[in-house]
Protein backbone atom coordinates (compact mmCIF):
# COMPACT_ATOMS: atom_id res chain seq x y z
CA UNK A 1 0.00 0.00 0.00
CA UNK A 2 0.84 3.59 -0.20
CA UNK A 3 -0.12 6.73 1.68
CA UNK A 4 0.19 10.23 1.15
CA UNK A 5 1.10 13.24 3.30
CA UNK A 6 3.93 13.52 5.39
CA UNK A 7 5.60 9.96 4.32
CA UNK A 8 5.09 6.75 3.32
CA UNK A 9 3.23 4.45 5.57
CA UNK A 10 1.59 1.05 5.06
CA UNK A 11 -2.38 0.41 6.42
CA UNK A 12 -3.12 -2.86 7.73
CA UNK A 13 -6.71 -4.26 7.03
CA UNK A 14 -8.38 -6.63 9.72
CA UNK A 15 -8.55 -10.29 8.39
CA UNK A 16 -12.27 -11.03 8.55
CA UNK A 17 -13.04 -8.47 6.08
CA UNK A 18 -13.17 -5.70 8.17
CA UNK A 19 -13.10 -2.62 5.87
CA UNK A 20 -12.28 -0.54 8.56
CA UNK A 21 -8.01 0.32 9.03
CA UNK A 22 -6.35 -0.28 11.66
CA UNK A 23 -3.97 2.75 13.26
CA UNK A 24 -1.63 3.25 10.05
CA UNK A 25 2.59 2.04 11.04
CA UNK A 26 5.06 4.46 9.74
CA UNK A 27 7.66 3.11 7.66
CA UNK A 28 10.36 6.03 6.48
CA UNK A 29 8.57 8.44 7.82
CA UNK A 30 9.92 11.84 7.16
CA UNK A 31 9.07 15.37 8.22
CA UNK A 32 7.74 18.30 5.89
CA UNK A 33 10.63 20.73 6.69
CA UNK A 34 8.76 24.55 6.78
CA UNK A 35 10.29 25.86 9.62
CA UNK A 36 13.53 23.99 9.12
CA UNK A 37 17.23 24.09 6.58
CA UNK A 38 19.86 21.67 5.60
CA UNK A 39 22.29 21.32 8.04
CA UNK A 40 25.56 23.29 6.29
CA UNK A 41 27.93 21.08 8.22
CA UNK A 42 26.21 17.81 7.67
CA UNK A 43 26.67 16.93 3.30
CA UNK A 44 22.78 17.82 3.36
CA UNK A 45 21.55 15.25 5.20
CA UNK A 46 19.99 16.58 8.39
CA UNK A 47 18.20 19.48 9.42
CA UNK A 48 18.21 22.62 12.15
CA UNK A 49 15.57 24.78 13.01
CA UNK A 50 15.73 28.43 11.47
CA UNK A 51 15.37 29.86 14.93
CA UNK A 52 18.74 28.06 16.12
CA UNK A 53 20.93 29.88 13.68
CA UNK A 54 22.12 32.17 15.47
CA UNK A 55 22.62 29.68 18.34
CA UNK A 56 24.61 26.98 17.05
CA UNK A 57 28.03 26.35 16.25
CA UNK A 58 29.30 24.88 13.05
CA UNK A 59 32.47 22.35 12.98
CA UNK A 60 34.00 22.18 9.77
CA UNK A 61 36.66 19.98 9.05
CA UNK A 62 40.26 21.64 8.80
CA UNK A 63 40.51 19.71 5.34
CA UNK A 64 37.22 21.48 4.38
CA UNK A 65 37.79 23.28 0.19
CA UNK A 66 36.02 26.00 1.63
CA UNK A 67 38.61 26.98 4.20
CA UNK A 68 41.15 27.37 1.62
CA UNK A 69 42.25 30.30 0.28
CA UNK A 70 41.75 31.09 -3.17
CA UNK A 71 43.73 33.93 -5.05
CA UNK A 72 44.43 35.80 -1.64
CA UNK A 73 48.04 36.63 -2.45
CA UNK A 74 46.77 37.91 -5.75
CA UNK A 75 43.65 39.72 -4.57
CA UNK A 76 46.19 41.75 -1.67
CA UNK A 77 48.76 42.42 -4.34
CA UNK A 78 46.23 44.34 -6.41
CA UNK A 79 45.06 45.99 -3.51
CA UNK A 80 48.13 46.92 -2.34
CA UNK A 81 49.30 47.76 -5.63
CA UNK A 82 46.03 50.18 -6.80
CA UNK A 83 46.87 51.80 -3.11
CA UNK A 84 50.72 52.88 -3.75
CA UNK A 85 49.63 53.76 -7.56
CA UNK A 86 46.67 56.51 -6.11
CA UNK A 87 49.14 57.79 -3.20
CA UNK A 88 51.77 58.28 -6.05
CA UNK A 89 49.42 59.99 -7.72
CA UNK A 90 48.19 61.75 -5.40
CA UNK A 91 51.64 63.00 -4.05
CA UNK A 92 52.38 64.31 -7.19
CA UNK A 93 49.29 66.54 -8.01
CA UNK A 94 49.74 68.14 -4.20
CA UNK A 95 53.57 68.21 -3.36
CA UNK A 96 54.37 71.91 -3.91
CA UNK A 97 56.68 73.13 -6.54
CA UNK A 98 58.36 76.62 -6.94
CA UNK A 99 56.52 79.32 -8.56
CA UNK A 100 59.02 81.84 -10.10
CA UNK A 101 57.93 85.46 -10.28
CA UNK A 102 60.87 88.15 -11.50
CA UNK A 103 60.81 91.14 -13.61
CA UNK A 104 60.83 91.22 -17.35
CA UNK A 105 60.75 94.43 -18.93
CA UNK A 106 60.08 98.10 -18.17
CA UNK A 107 58.14 100.63 -20.50
CA UNK A 108 59.12 104.04 -20.30
CA UNK A 109 55.14 105.75 -21.11
CA UNK A 110 55.21 109.50 -20.07
CA UNK A 111 58.29 111.90 -18.82
CA UNK A 112 57.07 115.20 -17.74
CA UNK A 113 59.42 117.93 -16.34
CA UNK A 114 58.75 120.89 -14.25
CA UNK A 115 61.35 123.12 -13.98
CA UNK A 116 59.33 125.85 -11.54
CA UNK A 117 57.79 123.34 -9.22
CA UNK A 118 61.40 122.35 -7.83
CA UNK A 119 62.99 120.90 -10.64
CA UNK A 120 60.60 118.20 -10.61
CA UNK A 121 60.85 115.28 -13.30
CA UNK A 122 58.12 113.23 -13.23
CA UNK A 123 58.34 109.71 -14.91
CA UNK A 124 55.66 107.16 -15.45
CA UNK A 125 56.46 103.66 -16.33
CA UNK A 126 54.82 99.98 -16.55
CA UNK A 127 56.54 97.05 -14.97
CA UNK A 128 55.86 93.50 -16.75
CA UNK A 129 56.22 90.43 -14.59
CA UNK A 130 57.07 87.22 -15.69
CA UNK A 131 54.74 84.44 -13.07
CA UNK A 132 55.47 80.87 -14.31
CA UNK A 133 53.50 78.28 -11.78
CA UNK A 134 55.09 74.84 -11.78
CA UNK A 135 52.51 73.13 -9.29
CA UNK A 136 49.72 71.03 -11.18
CA UNK A 137 47.26 72.66 -9.36
CA UNK A 138 46.21 76.31 -10.00
CA UNK A 139 47.63 78.88 -8.58
CA UNK A 140 45.79 82.98 -7.71
CA UNK A 141 48.30 85.80 -7.66
CA UNK A 142 47.44 88.85 -5.82
CA UNK A 143 48.89 92.23 -3.81
CA UNK A 144 52.03 93.07 -6.59
CA UNK A 145 53.84 95.68 -4.56
CA UNK A 146 56.22 97.41 -6.84
CA UNK A 147 59.13 99.32 -4.77
CA UNK A 148 61.83 101.79 -7.30
CA UNK A 149 64.69 103.47 -5.62
CA UNK A 150 67.52 105.34 -6.61
CA UNK A 151 70.95 105.30 -4.74
CA UNK A 152 68.89 103.91 -1.71
CA UNK A 153 66.01 107.34 -1.61
CA UNK A 154 62.80 105.79 -2.61
CA UNK A 155 61.35 107.61 -5.89
CA UNK A 156 58.49 105.68 -6.96
CA UNK A 157 55.93 103.18 -5.21
CA UNK A 158 53.20 100.67 -6.88
CA UNK A 159 50.25 98.39 -5.51
CA UNK A 160 48.20 95.98 -7.48
CA UNK A 161 45.91 94.21 -5.48
CA UNK A 162 44.41 92.50 -8.89
CA UNK A 163 43.51 88.87 -8.58
CA UNK A 164 45.21 87.01 -11.49
CA UNK A 165 44.05 82.82 -12.07
CA UNK A 166 47.52 80.76 -13.29
CA UNK A 167 46.69 77.21 -14.56
CA UNK A 168 48.23 74.19 -13.44
CA UNK A 169 52.23 74.18 -15.16
CA UNK A 170 51.79 77.63 -16.95
CA UNK A 171 52.41 81.18 -16.99
CA UNK A 172 51.22 84.59 -17.02
CA UNK A 173 52.32 87.82 -17.50
CA UNK A 174 51.48 90.86 -14.99
CA UNK A 175 51.92 94.38 -15.05
CA UNK A 176 51.82 97.40 -12.69
CA UNK A 177 52.36 101.44 -13.83
CA UNK A 178 54.69 102.95 -11.24
CA UNK A 179 55.47 106.76 -11.38
CA UNK A 180 59.23 107.81 -10.40
CA UNK A 181 59.21 111.86 -9.38
CA UNK A 182 62.68 112.99 -9.41
CA UNK A 183 63.05 116.77 -7.57
CA UNK A 184 66.98 116.97 -8.75
CA UNK A 185 68.66 119.78 -11.11
CA UNK A 186 70.91 116.86 -12.67
CA UNK A 187 68.31 114.34 -13.10
CA UNK A 188 66.28 117.36 -15.17
CA UNK A 189 69.20 118.14 -17.09
CA UNK A 190 69.93 114.63 -17.96
CA UNK A 191 66.66 114.06 -18.95
CA UNK A 192 65.76 117.12 -21.35
CA UNK A 193 70.03 116.08 -22.24
CA UNK A 194 69.56 115.73 -26.37
CA UNK A 195 72.37 112.67 -26.02
CA UNK A 196 70.97 109.32 -25.49
CA UNK A 197 73.42 108.10 -22.83
CA UNK A 198 72.84 110.91 -20.71
CA UNK A 199 69.22 110.27 -20.55
CA UNK A 200 70.16 106.76 -19.09
CA UNK A 201 68.46 106.06 -15.33
CA UNK A 202 69.17 103.13 -13.01
CA UNK A 203 66.62 102.12 -10.91
CA UNK A 204 66.59 99.26 -8.54
CA UNK A 205 62.90 97.47 -8.49
CA UNK A 206 61.98 95.75 -5.36
CA UNK A 207 58.88 93.83 -6.17
CA UNK A 208 56.91 91.24 -4.00
CA UNK A 209 54.04 88.87 -4.81
CA UNK A 210 51.51 86.67 -2.98
CA UNK A 211 50.89 83.29 -4.01
CA UNK A 212 48.25 81.25 -2.87
CA UNK A 213 47.43 77.83 -3.47
CA UNK A 214 46.30 74.56 -1.57
CA UNK A 215 44.56 77.00 1.30
CA UNK A 216 47.86 78.58 2.05
CA UNK A 217 50.29 81.54 1.00
CA UNK A 218 53.51 81.96 -0.70
CA UNK A 219 55.49 85.34 -0.67
CA UNK A 220 58.02 85.51 -3.37
CA UNK A 221 59.83 88.61 -4.02
CA UNK A 222 62.57 90.03 -6.45
CA UNK A 223 65.21 92.60 -7.06
CA UNK A 224 66.42 93.91 -10.04
CA UNK A 225 68.61 96.52 -11.46
CA UNK A 226 66.82 97.89 -14.73
CA UNK A 227 68.09 101.16 -17.17
CA UNK A 228 64.94 103.37 -17.80
CA UNK A 229 65.58 106.40 -20.35
CA UNK A 230 63.84 109.78 -20.02
CA UNK A 231 61.91 109.35 -23.11
CA UNK A 232 58.59 107.95 -24.22
CA UNK A 233 60.42 105.18 -26.45
CA UNK A 234 63.01 102.53 -24.32
CA UNK A 235 63.97 99.32 -24.47
CA UNK A 236 65.13 98.52 -20.86
CA UNK A 237 68.08 96.38 -20.06
CA UNK A 238 68.93 94.33 -16.76
CA UNK A 239 71.98 95.60 -14.97
CA UNK A 240 74.06 94.50 -12.28
CA UNK A 241 73.89 96.31 -9.17
CA UNK A 242 78.34 96.65 -9.34
CA UNK A 243 77.49 99.88 -11.94
CA UNK A 244 75.06 102.31 -9.95
CA UNK A 245 77.71 103.72 -7.31
CA UNK A 246 79.70 105.31 -10.55
CA UNK A 247 76.86 106.06 -12.77
CA UNK A 248 74.05 108.18 -11.27
CA UNK A 249 74.84 111.21 -8.85
CA UNK A 250 73.49 111.70 -6.06
CA UNK A 251 69.61 112.64 -6.25
CA UNK A 252 67.03 114.60 -3.26
CA UNK A 253 64.56 112.68 -1.86
CA UNK A 254 61.05 112.70 -3.70
CA UNK A 255 57.78 114.29 -2.83
Not at 19 to 27: A, E, G, M
Not at 33 to 42: I, L
Not at 156 to 175: E, H, K, Q, R, W
Request: aromatic content about 6%; overall charge negative.
Amino acid sequence: MSGTGTGSFTTMRNPVGDDKPKSPIVSGYQELFGGERKCPTCNGRGHISRSEDDDLVALIPYTDERLKPRRTKLYVAIAVTTCCILAGILLLILFPRSIHFSLAVVDTLDVIIDEDDNWKTKITVRSWFNVTNGNYIGVTSNNITVQASARDLIVGTSFNTTSVSIPAADGVSLSTNVVLIFHDVEVLSRCSSKDNWARNLIIEFQSTMAATYLAQTQQLSDTDYVLVQCTNTHQPTTLKPANISSTIPPLSPSV
